[in-house]
């Protein structure tokens, strides 16, 4: 048929329509509207109702409400002044009031008239996604801990709420939130409370405070470095308070002198040797309880705010509260005391020894996505935030005589550090490595090595500086921190080498540890004396090496016990096909202002397994890289990606 025909059928028909169906269609047209009118103007009848019920419960003081509210701890209450930004706030509360009852009413009508309701507009505020905060924290809170740890990921994502909201959210947020806020990258700090104000106690200052703590904690389960350090705290007393208590404290079973102050002794020397006894303390699991039971979280937040421009108070501080979240039962009182907060501000920092003792803290706080736990003396260098990013293998860094977790493994310092390269690292694994390795875990361990028995730090227990006795300490704690159960890589420095050799002979004699061994793939020697180093002969000329420690004495050339050592762990290595990288200095090193000499001569670096390699630098810039293309690093970086390949791969 063609168009025009189609176009007079069409007219015929509509022509035949007769003034009865018109009128019908008219009434329909009538019931229709009305049909979507009447709840218009019903709904808006509701609204506005509602409107005038709600405006006056908000205007309406409940005096036994706020009586309650001042009951309840570590709520913020804060006066708001009325002007233009108080009168914008009160703007904004009645914007939501009017968004939640448009939500009500259309919801209700859907109800009445069964029409389909969206739920995605349910979830949406149209000025400060008010829903989707509230959705978002109440799946913080699920008890599926995947839906948890997503939620709370893309909560810390949001930078774009109301100062109010942060707080609000803040008060709202349960502890496991609040951690996993705290361990999340780019977070911002208004998500967490403020710490509450300090307990006051009159004609008290902080250094009679830290002794009556210390004081106060048992006398049991305390060896001699606990016993040496809680001394030396309280040798540095000031005069009344050694009147006030007789002249004799007795603590551990021991008589110790109390004895007055030679000399004035500066507050903050006198608070460092009592933090640095409460940090030993904190190590024995049955003096945290007291800690915390005798007020230590409370005053040590009290320090650490008063101390903000002393590093060294800060970092004792903050390593104290890491030993204490090794124990799950006082997580409750380190979050409602304010710590978490404060862990989350130092993160940032950038000093990274201050930001690597706050993670090291948050990881044992946080029990949702970290299973291992870092005691005292093993930090995690990367990944320090929460990640998406599957950890493929570890990486760990041990250092040598007179190191540390993180100066031994800092880059190359130049002639003038004024005007160092701005690419600069403190810490060359936790920045070069961990940006070139993304997938790895990168650990660094600390213990306390000297060079003599005069300078020690705790002189007296000598047998826990032998290879035998810090290689079982620290395996034990590598264990603990998860070592062994993913592919290893060894990263060490001088005795540090020693060590790494001591504890995977001991893991291979233990059921338990094999793991540590068996999953060991590479290990990277900087300068290591496998035959001994010539440091001990020259304690008769070095005066701080007159009694040379266990460590050095350890270090004596062509030792027998070290020979022993090496034979035994070349047969390992061969036995697991172990990959080996050695370097050896060739520069000598400056001991002291007197003796210059070669710390490992080459013939000792040289394990005879795997590829040696001389450098032309000393004993301590082996492990330290000028820049992050220079030769010694970017070998490093290849061996580690050659041990583990197979890694990288999948």
């Known amino acids: 048929m063609s168009l025009t025909a189609r176009w007079l059928c069409c007219s015929r028909a509509l022509a035949w329509v007769g003034p009865a169906a018109k009128g019908r269609s008219r009434w329909r047209r009538i019931r229709k509207i009305g049909k979507y009118a009447g709840p218009v103007i019903m709904g808006s009848c509701i609204f506005i109702t509602y409107e005038i019920l709600a405006l006056g419960e908000s205007v309406t003081l409940d005096t036994q409400a706020v009586e309650q509210e001042k009951l309840k701890s570590y709520i913020y209450v804060y006066t708001i002044p009325l002007e233009p930004q108080g009168l914008e706030g009160i703007t904004n509360k009645a914007r939501k009031e009017l968004h939640r009852a448009v939500k009500r009413l259309v919801q209700v009508t859907a109800e009445m008239f069964s029409w389909p309701l969206d739920e995605h507009y349910m979830k949406l505020d149209v000025e400060d996604h008010e829903s989707g905060l509230w959705l978002l924290l109440k799946r913080t809170q699920s008890a599926v801990k995947p839906v948890r740890v997503q939620a709370v990921q893309e909560l810390a994502k949001k930078h774009h709420w109301h100062d109010y909201q942060y707080r609000t959210l803040a008060q709202a ?377 266990v460590e050095v004495k350890e270090l004596s050339k062509d030792s027998p016990a070290l020979r022993e050592l090496n034979n035994n762990f070349t047969k390992l290595v061969r036995e697991h096909e172990v990959n080996i990288l050695s370097f050896g200095e060739m520069l000598p090193t400056y001991i002291g202002s007197m003796i210059k000499l070669h710390v490992v001569p080459p013939n000792s670096a040289d394990l005879g397994i795997g590829d040696f390699i001389p450098l032309d630098v000393n004993h301590l810039n082996i492990c330290k890289p000028g820049s992050r293309d220079s030769f010694l690093y970017q070998r490093s970086l290849k061996f580690i990606k050659d041990a583990l390949a197979k890694e990288f791969k999948g």
Not at 259 to 267: E, G, K, N, T, Y
Not at 501 to 506: A, I, Q, S, Y
Request: aromatic share 8%.
């Open 173 to 549: 947020c349960d502890q496991k939130s609040s951690i996993g806020l705290a361990r999340s990258q780019d977070v911002d700090l208004r998500f967490f409370l403020r710490p509450p104000l300090p307990k006051v106690i009159e004609n008290s200052c902080i250094e009679d405070e830290l002794r009556y703590l210390l004081a106060s904690l048992p006398q049991s389960e305390v060896d001699q470095c606990v016993q040496y350090f809680t001394s030396l705290a309280l040798r540095e007393s000031n005069q009344s308070l050694s009147a006030q208590r007789g002249g004799l404290w007795c603590f551990g079973g021991n008589g110790l002198p109390y004895a007055q102050s030679l000399s004035s002794v500066p507050s903050e020397k006198v608070e460092s040797f009592c933090l640095q006894a409460l940090a030993k303390h904190s190590k024995v699991p049955s003096h945290c309880d007291q800690i915390v039971m005798n007020g230590g979280l409370q005053l040590l937040q009290k320090i650490y705010q008063l101390r903000h421009d002393s590093q060294k108070i800060q970092r004792n501080i903050i390593r104290t509260i890491g030993n204490l979240a090794l124990h799950e039962h006082l997580h409750s009182a380190i979050a409602q005391s304010g710590w978490i907060g404060i862990l989350a501000e130092a993160m940032k920092s950038p000093h990274v020894i201050q930001a690597s003792h706050a993670a090291r803290a948050l990881a044992n706080l946080d029990r949702d996505t970290v299973k291992e736990k870092y005691e005292d003396g093993v930090y995690i260098l990367h990944p320090q935030y929460r990640t998406s990013q599957p950890i493929k293998a570890d990486v760990l860094f041990i250092h040598g005589l007179l190191g540390a977790a993180f100066k031994t493994w800092r880059q190359k310092d130049h002639s003038n550090m004024e005007d160092k390269d701005t690419n600069y690292t403190e810490c060359w694994p936790k920045t070069w490595l961990a940006a070139d390795c993304p997938s790895l875990r990168i650990l660094s361990v600390e213990y306390d090595s000297n060079l003599s028995d005069w300078r020690s730090k705790c002189p007296v227990e000598d047998e826990r500086k032998s290879l035998a006795y810090r290689g079982r300490e620290l395996l034990t704690k590598l264990k603990a921190a998860g070592v062994g159960d993913r592919p290893v890589v060894w990263i060490a420095h001088s005795m540090g080498g020693l060590l790494v050799k001591k504890m995977l002979l001991d893991a291979s004699e233990d059921p338990e540890m094999r793991s540590v061994v068996q999953n060991t793939q590479g290990i990277v020697f900087y300068s290591v004396p496998h035959s001994g180093s010539r440091l001990a002969e020259y304690s008769v000329s070095a005066r701080f090496l007159l009694f040379p420690s």
